[in-house]
Structure formats: C-alpha cells, structure tokens
C-alpha cells in the first residue's frame, strides 16, 4: 500500500488534469499488451492494436525494446514518465531525451534488480540512442494511443465533472473521497492500493500539493512516481463501467434542429450532459420518468453522444467531443 499524506496546503494545491498524460497512456497501453485483466474493457483496442502494430512494421520495437523497459511489475523507470508530460506529448518526448545520464544508470539499476533489465539498456545514457528510443516511442503511440485520444479526452472530462460534484458537495475531502476501489481517504491520508508492491511505503507531500491524473489504459491499481523528491502525481484508472454526479437543465432549453433530429426529450437530455447531469437530473430537465430517461441517455451513449461514469450510487453522463459538436452545430452556441 502507499500512503500519501496531505497537509492543509497539500489539499490546497491538489487538482485533477484537465487532459490525458501521452506519455503515461503509452506506459499503461504497453501494461495492457502484457495482461489478459480487463481485456473487456479494451475489446476494440485490442483488436487493432497487433494489426496496427503488424502494419507499420512495430512489432520486433514492441517485443525487444519497448515491453522490456515497461514491465508490468512493481517498477519501472520514471524517466520514462516525465512529470511534464501531462496533456503534452512533445514536452515529454523532449524531457526524455534531455534525462542526465547518471539517473538513467540508476534506474535501469533498480530495474535490473526488479525484473531484469535489458543488456542493452546503459546504451540510453547516449544521446543520439535516446533520440532514437524517442522515435520508436512516437510511431508507436500514433499506431495504438493517438487513435484512442478522443476517447481518452471525453472519459476524462466525464471523470473531472464527477470529480467537480465531489469538490462542490464535500470540498478537497469529497472529490478525494469517490477516487474509486483503488484510493481509500482516510484524512489526512490518502491510501493507495498498490497490489504488485512488496512492501508499504509513505509519500509525504510536504506542501507540494498532488495531480491526480485519470489514465485511460491503466487498469486496476494506481501507479506514482517511485523516486519521492520527483513531482507528486498519481495517475489511476477510469472506471470503464457506467455512472456518477451532475446538474440539471430546463426542459425548454431543446432547440428546434435538435428537437427535430433527435426528439424533445432526448434533446433536453443531450443538453443536460453538457454540464454534467445523473439520470434522474435528465428526467426531471426533460419531464419524464427515471426508466424513460435511462432509454434515452442508453441511446446517446449507443450512438457516441454522450459518455457515462459510475461515482458511488449515482451515474454522471457528460458529452463526448461528438456530442458537443452536434450541440453545437445545433444551437448555434457552446455546448
């Protein structure tokens, strides 16, 4: 288990990114080649991740370099997940090839005593060889990461608008209270469920505050930086599962092209996702029953409008970037 502790100030500067960290969806994507866990809930990647990577010629980078380096164990090296990567993948490519040589023996040190490291991983302390891993890191996210971006980018913004009912309802300690099965806040502590390590360790944050990062390809248990002076992120994984928290929205708000395309009802509902809204948010703002409001969120989430999150009890539907467009495109304003 790793144990975070929070002081005031910590609570203070904690915050949940606004977008997917590249360089960490690369890592966990990678764990997913390794693992049968929750292959449900990536039944489509899967499908087109080996014939993408067959097609651009990836298969022997992902079998002798990428996979050794990214083992799903207990550890793997954390410069090969900057802390300024989040939401920007070049800003990681370039922290990765300007990483000092010194701390890359280190961590393939503790690599090596973890799982074995690759015979030919001190070549990385050269520059031109870490230019050249860079590369290979790229092809391989446009072939298996960047077609999922979209994806990524709605499920986090359907997470953050949970995460926002959280703030507002109970404060910092109410949005670190719903993290999921994984995270357990026992305040001042955030408990961290951490199956793959041997032994409990404590992360004191000491005023530096916490991003928490929602990974799209990170199944189960959540994964922080190993080394404790490096930025304090935790990055955990989505629910892929429905549910969770919103805000309602009146029923004459529909628009006539909307009302038109989709119906009144499912039209209102549509709206109401644009700032967040549970299933029973959506019957009151359409004036319809619970049951009803279901079908119809069931069908905007079947056609790619709307995604949906499990937060305890409840369920939050929010709008993927398709749905947004189509609100858009039929009010003549944001959605």
């Not at 993290?179 to 992360?203: I, N």
């Not at 996702?273 to 948010?281: C, L």
């Amino acid at each position: 288990m790793l144990r975070i502790h929070f002081s005031d100030g910590d609570l203070a500067r904690t915050r949940v990114a606004a977008a997917p960290d590249p360089v960490w969806e690369i890592a966990a994507s990678l764990h997913r080649l390794q693992s049968r866990k929750g292959r449900w809930a990536y039944a489509e990647w899967y499908r087109t991740a080996r014939q993408q990577l067959r097609e651009k010629g990836l298969e022997q980078v992902l079998r002798n370099v990428l996979l050794p380096l990214y083992p799903r164990a207990a550890y793997f090296p954390d410069f090969l997940t900057p802390a300024d990567a989040v939401g920007d993948l070049d800003a990681g490519m370039d922290s990765i090839v300007a990483t000092p040589p010194r701390r890359i023996l280190v961590e393939m040190a503790v690599l090596d005593r973890t799982v074995g490291a690759p015979a030919w991983a001190g070549q990385l302390t050269g520059l031109e060889a870490r230019k050249e891993f860079v590369r290979m890191l790229r092809a391989y996210h446009d072939a298996v990461v960047a077609p999922y971006e979209e994806q990524a980018q709605a499920r986090i913004e359907a997470e953050r608008a949970a995460r926002c009912r959280g703030l507002l309802d109970g404060g910092v300690e109410g949005m670190l209270s719903g993290l999921g099965p994984m995270l357990r806040w026992r305040p001042p502590v955030l408990e961290v469920s951490y199956p793959r390590q041997t032994a409990d360790r404590d992360l004191y944050l000491r005023g530096r505050g916490l991003t928490l990062v929602p990974s799209y390809f990170n199944w189960g248990e959540p994964v922080a930086f190993a080394d404790p002076q490096l930025p304090p992120v935790l990055w955990y994984s989505l629910l892929h599962e429905p549910g969770s928290p919103g805000t309602p929205c009146r029923a004459d708000s529909a628009d006539g092209p909307l009302t038109t395309l989709l119906g009144r009802a499912r039209a209102v509902a549509l709206r109401a996702a644009a700032t967040g809204a549970t299933t029973a948010e959506m019957a009151r703002a359409a004036g319809v029953s619970a049951p009803s409001a279901s079908r119809h969120a069931t069908a905007l989430r079947d056609a790619g409008l709307i995604t949906t999150v499990r937060h305890g009890p409840a369920v939050l539907h929010t709008l993927t970037p398709a749905g947004a467009s189509l609100l858009r495109a039929g009010t003549g304003r944001p959605g």
